[in-house]
């Protein structure tokens, strides 16, 4: 299978890249990772007239911490990376629990997280962990920078509010209220198959109790869902037994999955509750342990 | 310039710049004209005439066509050709020298790693990369490795068998030399 024919650009710069865009008028494509855009241009679901090529930018691959705690990942950072960062997990445990879940362990050395936003599969998993953590991406265009929170980036199904010639050059984890603790689950029929159901729990702690929380919900609707309903219900408690099961069931009834060959409506809500239910207890049983 | 590849280089396609690109493919640089949207499975296959890349699925799921680019492994069907532009490309015949196979290869064979053998090109460079980094895998570690490359026949066991074989004798080989 071919992609139809496109142009090919490979910019050194950002800035080359907003004025390629500029130029493409709504026809060009950023390829970043490639691995949701080039299958998707060989199944012709996608003909860009031109493809832009981020490769060659250096100093987008990063992934990093501010001295504030402020969490930083560039356009180029691969799912790998975050896979196998030694230190994610204890700043980032949502992040680093879904890192390994993405796709399978070839497609994640090219794959990134931030294409994977951009990319707005409802069965992507970055997006609903995003979600969770209330991060945003950072768009660079022709006329200056903004921030956009992934909650309202994220428009519709494979739909972003990016402007045809603004590039998304990092997503941004903002520094937590107190300590970070969080999880994410993902049922899926086979290594690498997309989510039957996904969650991804984010909860900042201040002492014992919830000062943040956030829910997002992959692959239970057509776009990626922010369970802001079931995150509220946690906030101001400390995990009791009543805030995690108030929750579950906030966050199934958030979800608006369709019944398909992975399962029934009714099953996926009740895997959304599950889920929800199982992070949120794993991470009180935690907070046992280091009280 | 001939057109490498004419399926996908008709004269009809002169309507799009054609990219000269410089690849390095099993330690040899080589420069061509490709078409922007040629993959780089294909440039491999039909290009440079190495047809132990297969390709499988063609849809970014099977593992079949698993090269290592810079030494990673990556899906060749998933990636363009150009995009390979001044990049290390290795394929499954690179792995043996004129006179020994790579002691991947030496697994697979000793521990009947394959049946239609349709996968064992990838399989085997994944598990390259896999050995590369990590030369003292669990079989935990080596299954997650090679979950994305699917194999049909043997059920993965005397996949696996091969692979931690296969680092047993790369570490007797680098603690001997």
Redesign the interface.
Known sequence: MYPSRFSYEAPDTVEEAIELLRRGQGEAKVLAGGQSLLPMMKLRFASPGTLIDINNIPGLDYHRADSDGTYRIGALCRHAQLEKSPDLAASQPTMAAAAHTVADPIVRNRGTLVGSICHADPQGDWASVMISLGASVVAKGPTGVRSVAVADFVSGPFQTVLASDELAVEAVVPAPVGVRAGGYLKLERRVGDFATAGVAVSVEFSGSSVARAGIGLTGVGSSTINAAEAAAALVGGSLSETDIAAAAELAAAASRPRSDHRGSESYKRHIVATFVSRILTSLQLSTQEVA | MTSLFSE?TPEA?N???V?RITVGINGNKRTVDV?????LA?LIRQGFKLTGTHTGC????C?AC?VL?DG????SC???A??A?GHEVTTVEGLASASELHPVQEGFKDEHGLQCGFCTPGMML?AKALLDENPDPTEDEVR??????LCRCTGYQNIVKAVLGAAAKLREQNGAS
């Not at chain 2, 078409?35 to 993959?39: D, F, M």
């Not at chain 2, 990673?72 to 899906?75: E, G, H, L, N």
């Open positions: 996908v396609a309507e799009v710049a990219k078409e922007p949207r040629l993959l294909h063609d849809t970014t799921n593992g698993t680019f990673v492994p990556a899906k998933t990636v363009l150009v995009q532009n994944t997650w490795a090679l979950s994305g490359n």
